[in-house]
């Protein structure tokens, strides 16, 4: 077998999925995007300086685009083969990053939307970092037209997660987070029980889906299985077994 350098900028091999992270600093527990270990392949990180959550979630500031579009070009020349990132509110820069890159790039948690409501028929509920600030721009880039059926609930109600993402002391109470999660997904449920699954647009609340699956019974999508699901798209393997 005869091997080929992809490119010439590579100067290692095996990761497949680049993810461009947040200037944020708090524990980031294993089933964050933000945590290698939360994945069973590699992975390879590009954290952008200046680039906070308060900026991206609350400011929209468009001036994050220019150094978001040079961390995903970087990840390009690393090698990556695709691109996501550890924000769903990245939504607002999906397409001029995607075009920034030749690799696939899928910012968004929320671009699960479309196929979630397809195979449900049903209402789709989101679970937002920040329901008041999921804007219908954020929807739009990600491909959720108004045809789809949603309801945007929010964790900006518990304090918890307020206290350990916004605030950032460096602490997180993982069990107050979880209780809050539940909470806040079992409401959703009671209030909407036309629902057919759940999202987590937010990348930290990927290590509650079994939680509030348990909870509601519901299917549960959030950042990583989507990242799962891209991965195996790009490092396909062959088949092994008996007929």
């Given at each position: 077998?005869?091997?080929?350098?992809?490119?010439?900028?590579?100067?290692?091999?095996?990761?497949?999925?680049?993810?461009?992270?947040?200037?944020?600093?708090?524990?980031?527990?294993?089933?964050?995007?933000?945590?290698?270990?939360?994945?069973?392949?590699?992975?390879?990180?590009?954290?952008?300086?200046?680039?906070?959550?308060?900026?991206?979630?609350?400011?929209?500031?468009?001036?994050?685009?220019?150094?978001?579009?040079?961390?995903?070009?970087?990840?390009?020349?690393?090698?990556?083969?695709?691109?996501?990132?550890?924000?769903g509110f990245m939504a607002l820069f999906q397409k001029e990053i995607a075009a920034a890159v030749s690799i696939p790039v899928f910012l968004?948690?929320?671009?699960?939307?479309?196929?979630?409501?397809?195979?449900?028929?049903?209402?789709?509920?989101?679970?937002?970092?920040?329901?008041?600030?999921?804007?219908?721009?954020?929807?739009?880039?990600?491909?959720?037209?108004?045809?789809?059926?949603?309801?945007?609930?929010?964790?900006?109600?518990?304090?918890?997660?307020?206290?350990?993402?916004?605030?950032?002391?460096?602490?997180?109470?993982?069990?107050?987070?979880?209780?809050?999660?539940?909470e806040v997904a079992l409401k959703l449920q009671s209030d909407h029980p036309d629902i057919g699954a759940i999202l987590f647009e937010c990348?930290?609340?990927?290590?509650?889906?079994?939680?509030?699956?348990?909870?509601?019974?519901?299917?549960?999508?959030?950042?990583?299985?989507?990242?799962?699901?891209?991965?195996?798209?790009?490092?396909?393997?062959?088949?092994?077994?008996?007929?």
């Amino acid at each position: 077998m005869i091997y080929r350098s992809r490119l010439k900028s590579q100067s290692w091999a095996g990761e497949t999925i680049g993810i461009i992270v947040l200037d944020c600093h708090y524990p980031y527990i294993p089933g964050n995007v933000a945590n290698a270990t939360t994945y069973d392949f590699p992975v390879r990180y590009a954290a952008v300086s200046g680039a906070t959550s308060d900026r991206l979630i609350f400011d929209r500031d468009p001036a994050m685009l220019a150094p978001f579009i040079e961390a995903a070009q970087q990840l390009e020349a690393d090698g990556v083969k695709a691109i996501t990132s550890g924000c769903g509110f990245m939504a607002l820069f999906q397409k001029e990053i995607a075009a920034a890159v030749s690799i696939p790039v899928f910012l968004s948690s929320l671009l699960q939307v479309p196929f979630i409501h397809q195979i449900t028929g049903k209402k789709v509920g989101i679970i937002s970092a920040s329901g008041k600030d999921l804007s219908p721009a954020h929807l739009e880039n990600t491909g959720i037209s108004d045809a789809i059926p949603l309801v945007v609930v929010g964790m900006e109600g518990n304090r918890a997660f307020t206290q350990a993402i916004f605030e950032a002391d460096g602490t997180l109470d993982d069990d107050a987070i979880r209780e809050g999660v539940v909470e806040v997904a079992l409401k959703l449920q009671s209030d909407h029980p036309d629902i057919g699954a759940i999202l987590f647009e937010c990348s930290d609340l990927p290590p509650y889906a079994h939680a509030v699956q348990a909870a509601t019974g519901l299917p549960v999508f959030d950042f990583i299985t989507m990242i799962k699901h891209v991965h195996t798209t790009l490092a396909c393997r062959p088949y092994v077994g008996l007929i």
